[in-house]
């Protein structure tokens, strides 16, 4: 068990839009941001569903220009999810989305720094239970209009203490900024630091934690294509999280962002932050014991269950009954392939043997009557009857050991195996 670090708990949201709870005792909620125009009104609110039916618990839009704000007016009564106002340079933005009913804020210092206007915007979020992101990032800190600042931290930023100095610049640009809420009595607060530097951030927000008992937003800010992002994002929010650090998350990549909240939303669910909706696949990585093309089955598979599935029944898809049974342990619905075919079993009981064209079909049919049988709650999920016996090779799968041990056993040879994308289409 993951214990999370305590920390002063904002609620947004209304009756309209559910209430996300951030910090506390509240699970980790993941978040995301709209990739198209906020003022392009249908595309918008059709982007924000998309990213709630993903899983998205709150969803930001930017606000760069009024036709945004104005936009915001339609577009909040016609979704179902919180939405937060991403404010960059225009203080008015802000104040125009608290107007247009948005339920959450983020300002940043290094881009709007007047304490006027800092201080309007605090009032007008306060007099409506608004709460407000305070987003130090690595990118926006350093200071950019007085030039002799500017020159003086940068002074720092080359130095051979590059790392260090960031993190300087960080919190104390932080701890000047919350000056100016906590002297207008307002802590609906969750700060961000984010990096490029998957270091600098794991640094920066394990430095903010000791520091400051807000809810703290994770991620790495432009993290790049999804393929390199997820790992570059994973690793220190992984890291954080599983040091109890951190309170919502955002992955950011370049791309869709319906990624962003599957890929957040099963990091949660492998450090058990969250309960998972849907089916927990595993399965094996193939090896040169396999005899059937199991990339393609396993990509077939997993898209199918997301359709299709809603409980967290967990499936194994397993190349052979070599590692096989031991490595589907605990899985509520698992097949074992061998020669062209594989063996199915439900919670320990075998219950099928089919041919390699038909695995995915009878699985997905196993998957759906294990389902209905949880529902009707004559079957539990996680709860094994029998233990695995492992299958004959010779007989029932196909793939004896003689044929094995004589190098007689043919290999898939689908040019899907060696043509293999993540797509998740
Ligand atoms: S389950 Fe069998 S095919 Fe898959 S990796 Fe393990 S030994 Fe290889």
């Not at 979020?125 to 020159?151: A, H, M, W, Y």
């Amino acid at each position: 068990m993951i214990e999370r670090r305590k920390t002063r708990q904002v609620v947004l949201g209304d009756d309209a839009h559910g209430y996300v709870r951030i910090g506390g005792d509240a699970p980790v909620s993941v978040q995301t941001m709209t990739a198209g125009y906020t003022w392009d009104i249908d595309a918008c609110i059709a982007e924000i569903n998309k990213l709630a039916a993903a899983g998205a618990d709150i969803v930001r839009v930017a606000v760069p220009e009024k036709k945004d704000t104005e936009a915001l007016k339609e577009i909040i009564p016609a979704v179902k999810v919180p939405i937060v106002a991403d404010v960059h340079f225009h203080f008015q933005r802000a104040l125009d989305a608290v107007e247009a009913g948005i339920h959450k804020i983020r300002l940043n210092p290094g881009n709007i720094s007047d304490r006027k206007q800092v201080q309007e915007v605090i009032a007008a979020c306060k007099s409506r239970n608004i709460p407000i992101r305070v987003g130090v990032n690595e990118g926006s800190i350093v200071e950019r209009k007085d030039k002799q600042k500017r020159l003086k931290e940068l002074g720092g930023v080359f130095s051979d203490n590059r790392h260090g100095h960031f993190l300087a610049i960080m919190i104390t640009k932080l701890e000047e900024y919350l000056d100016i809420f906590y002297e207008s009595d307002f802590y609906d607060i969750v700060i961000s630091a984010k990096s490029t530097d998957p270091v600098l951030a794991i640094d920066a927000y394990t430095e903010i934690s000791k520091r400051f008992d807000h809810p703290l937003h994770l991620g790495i800010t432009h993290a790049g294509p999804r393929e390199t992002a997820m790992i570059r994002s994973c690793v220190p929010l992984g890291h954080l999280l599983a040091a109890g650090i951190g309170d919502t998350i955002r992955l950011s990549y370049a791309s869709d962002p319906v990624f962003e909240v599957e890929d957040g939303l099963e990091m949660l669910y492998c450090l058990n932050l969250r309960q998972r909706k849907g089916v927990d696949l595993i399965a094996c990585p193939t090896c040169g014991r396999i005899q059937v093309d199991l990339f393609t089955l396993v990509q077939d598979v997993r898209r199918k269950l997301a359709e299709e599935i809603k409980l967290p029944i967990k499936v194994a898809v397993m190349g052979c009954i070599v590692n096989g049974p031991g490595e589907a342990e605990g899985a509520d619905v698992a097949i074992f392939a061998g020669d062209r075919r594989g063996i199915i079993y439900v919670q320990g009981e075998k219950v099928a043997n089919v041919p390699e064209e038909k695995i995915l079909d009878s699985l997905l049919d196993e998957c759906r009557k294990f389902e209905d049988r949880v529902n009707r709650g004559e079957a539990k999920l996680g709860e094994k009857k029998v233990d695995i016996i492992p299958p004959d090779p010779i007989g029932e799968l196909g793939s004896g050991f003689d044929k094995i041990a004589a190098g007689d056993v043919e290999k898939p040879t689908s040019a899907r195996l060696t043509d293999l994308t993540i797509s998740k289409t």
